[in-house]
């Protein structure tokens, strides 16, 4: 089946950006998506993008895909305390969503 | 507004006791599934339902039942619930499978 790997932790100061990073073995999936945990709270979707696409912009949200090498990147440009938060990673196959394990993002101001 | 409503949101019980969350979606999806989230684990899938009446396991389905007897509702059973599935526990609902999927807030189950 599908694997998806994150890294755990990422710790950055307010106003840097941060860069999410995520890979998958399936390159069969079509949409990738990048979802985000507040403590307590359920996931919300942030972005995605679809897999015949390198990259996607939203704001400060900037999504890489390097099919080639099955990686995906979230940049968060300008990162604020309020973006602390779990980010996960998800692919897309036939019958579900695999999910990454989750990378907690700690801004530091 | 689109939603998805899981309930209750906190949950203790004994083991063995029989226990359902319900888990209802607004949005007229066809896709609906249940994940458990544990620290270091992430979040992997127990049941996943394509259209009512159809239902399929995911990676984690030993202990847990569901149905989709409507498209709004899939409720997840615990016949005999036991510590390990002490958890927390999401239903997510989408268009169609693998489409941008919409998360309830979660449901914290406690096996004692």
């Known amino acids: 089946g599908e694997d998806v790997e994150q890294s755990l932790f990422l710790s950055v100061r307010e106003g840097d950006s941060s860069v999410i990073n995520c890979t998958y073995t399936d390159s069969s999936s079509t949409y990738l998506y990048w979802y985000k945990q507040e403590p307590g709270a359920g996931l919300q979707l942030l972005t995605y993008?679809?897999?015949?696409?390198d990259m996607k912009q939203d704001q400060r949200l900037t999504v890489l895909l390097n099919k080639k090498d099955k990686h995906l990147s979230l940049r968060i440009a300008d990162t604020q305390t309020g973006d602390s938060a779990i980010y996960f990673c998800a692919v897309a196959g036939y019958s579900t969503l695999t999910f990454g394990k989750g990378t907690m993002l700690l801004v530091s101001p | 507004e689109a939603q998805v409503t899981q309930n209750p949101r906190y949950l203790i019980t004994v083991t063995g006791k029989k226990l359902t969350v319900t888990c209802s979606q607004n949005m007229n999806h066809e896709y609906m599934s249940w994940y458990r989230q544990d620290p270091g684990l992430g979040l992997r899938q127990i049941y996943y339902s394509m259209n009512v009446e159809v239902t399929d396991k995911g990676d984690v389905p030993e202990g847990y039942k569901v149905s989709r007897k409507e498209k709004r509702n899939f409720p997840l059973i615990l016949e005999s619930p036991s510590p390990n599935q002490t958890s927390l526990y999401f239903c997510?609902?989408?268009?169609?499978?693998?489409?941008?999927?919409?998360f309830g807030q979660g449901t914290r189950l406690t096996v004692v």
């Open positions: 997510a609902s989408s268009q169609y499978s693998g489409q941008e999927a919409f």
């Open positions: 993008i679809f897999s015949n696409m």
